[in-house]
């Protein structure tokens, strides 16, 4: 076998990038009866061992190999299981447009995603060159993600794009997380010096732009670096989360430290220092809402996951015991 990592897939057909080149591969037999659909097969992103048929530039996928880093949400609907937007990825952007679609409490979601599979977020202001005020954006936005950099951009203009060197160094993978219309296209456009990714209008009512991307894709860019992008995700829903969370509200996390009660909710608990620190105006309340918000949407989704363990356990079970009672017939036969 040799190494192959996901490039794209559609269905069932996965597009590879080899030391052989591109080869179209399918998922060996056993593998789509092995376990749960997010960990057992691939997405974009991931390293598999194949066995090519080089004459064909296709293969055959037989086993997919640990992820170092993922990034995962809960599908969409009322389905409780967990989707892979990409493996093993190293930075992600996520970009946001200076106009209608700036919202922090969005990019809050995305950042306990992303701290939680184990990437390392960097936030991009796009469109700098239509907006007075980004210099106070950039403020708003650090205040609302400690720690994590932040950088001013503008893509129609090619302004600001030397800022983003440092992450695109030869071997790293950096995925593109946002909305629609907010210029992820563009940006790798700009990347790749090429127009690889085809780029759409943004309606004037509300800054907002189709999916002019309709799947994810890996791209190689001229320095080495691979870049994934993702169709615009108009809803984050959090499938964990919950080491995520201390890592999104760090502030919090360590005002915490000095509370009364070693498990205070920050809401009503007496001596609690996270309270304190929004009535002295050291935290916003906003952040705290927030936090408030994405806790109790992460112990849904927990209780949620659990109740689906035990279906599935439960269910495993009888298959077994049915098995085994057929086999006790055949048997006594």
Known sequence: MIPGRVATHHGAIFQLLTQHGKLTARMAGRLLQDGDRSESRPAVGDWVAVTPRLSE????????????????????????????????????????????????????????????????????????????????????????????????????????????????GSGQTVALLGSSGVGKSTLINRLASADRMAVGAVREADDRGRHTTTHREMILLPGGALVIDNPGIREIQLWDGEAGLEDAFSEIEALSKDCRFTDCSHHKEPDCAVQDAVVTGKLPGKRLSSFRKLQREINYQATRQDARLRQDTKRRWKTITKSIRRMQRQEGR
């Open 57 to 168: 530039a296709s293969a055959t996928i037989q086993t997919l190999l640990p992820r170092r880093s993922k990034l995962s949400r809960k599908t969409a609907g009322q389905e409780t299981s967990e989707q892979i937007v990409a493996a093993n990825v190293d930075t992600v952007f996520i970009v946001a447009g200076l106009d209608g679609d700036f919202n922090p409490r969005r990019i809050e979601r995305a950042l306990i995603l992303i701290w939680d599979g184990g990437a390392r977020p960097v936030i991009i202001l796009n469109k700098a060159d239509g907006c007075d005020e980004v210099d106070a954006r950039i403020t708003e936005m650090e205040a609302a993600a400690p720690a994590v950099p932040v950088h001013a951009i503008s893509c129609l203009e090619d302004e600001g794009l030397d800022q983003l060197e440092p992450y695109l």
